[in-house]
């Protein structure tokens, strides 16, 4: 069975770091772009950031200004994302998941991870 | 940089046609897909390529891009069908989505 799982997510002051995990199975993420997707609550799906199928290409949305890095780590068949310097506005579900591409047919969605920054 | 744009909000009585838009510019030369987001799920795919059905969408979604405007077009509406509509599209090597349709079934 495909899935993904994302963990990692919580509450975190202002200015802080946290490390999203999004764990893949049934399928190798090597095969695959993948991307993180995030959506504040109430909110749009907003994209955030991208890694190439071959593990060196990433690109990111403008608002996350190098504080955030994806990466990925091909043995533990596992993506993560690197939050750092969190704002308020970075409060969001974050979502794994693959492609993104309008002419596919499908993808794979994880379920999500809560990220709250909160004084 | 390039935006997607929805209304916030549409509604719809029971068995009756709504269509959901997705302004951008030149939008008719870009790939345009749709997502279905039920509360508290992730999303699924219901429109891939403008206007094709992924396997296991219902033949009442339909989708079509033309100018500057993608519409989702919804017949025979039914209440499983009220959710969060995104549509969403590639411009260099971003992805971009729109803000999400809020579809109340009355």
């Known amino acids: 069975e495909v899935q993904l799982v994302e963990s990692g997510g919580g509450l975190v002051q202002p200015g802080g770091s946290l490390r999203l995990s999004c764990a893949a199975s049934?399928?190798?993420?090597?095969?695959?772009?993948m991307h993180w997707v995030r959506q504040a609550p109430g909110k749009g799906l907003v994209w955030v950031s991208r890694?190439?199928?071959?593990?060196?290409?990433?690109r990111y949305a403008d608002f996350v200004e190098g504080r955030f890095t994806i990466s990925r780590d091909t043995a533990k068949n596992t993506l993560y994302l690197q939050l750092n310097s969190l704002r308020v506005d970075d409060t969001a579900v974050y979502f794994c998941?693959?492609?993104?591409?309008?002419?596919?047919?499908?993808?794979?969605w994880g379920q999500g991870t809560l990220v709250t920054v909160s004084s | 940089s390039y935006e997607l744009t929805q209304p916030p909000s549409v509604s719809v009585s029971p068995g009756q046609t709504v269509s959901i838009t997705c302004s951008g510019e030149n939008l008719e030369n870009k790939n345009v897909c749709w997502y279905q987001q039920k509360s508290g799920q992730s999303p699924v795919k219901v429109i891939y390529?403008?206007?094709k059905r992924p396997s296991g969408i219902p033949e009442r979604f339909s989708g079509s891009n033309s100018g500057n405007t993608a519409t989702l077009t919804i017949s025979g509406t039914q209440a499983m069908d009220e959710a969060d509509y995104h549509c969403q599209a590639w411009d260099q090597s971003s992805v971009i989505f729109g803000g999400g349709t809020k579809l109340t079934v009355l």
């Open positions: 998941v693959t492609d993104l591409k309008p002419t596919a047919a499908s993808e794979y």
């Open positions: 049934g399928f190798s993420l090597s095969n695959y772009y």
């Open positions: 890694l190439d199928s071959d593990g060196s290409g990433t």
């Open positions: 390529r403008d206007n």
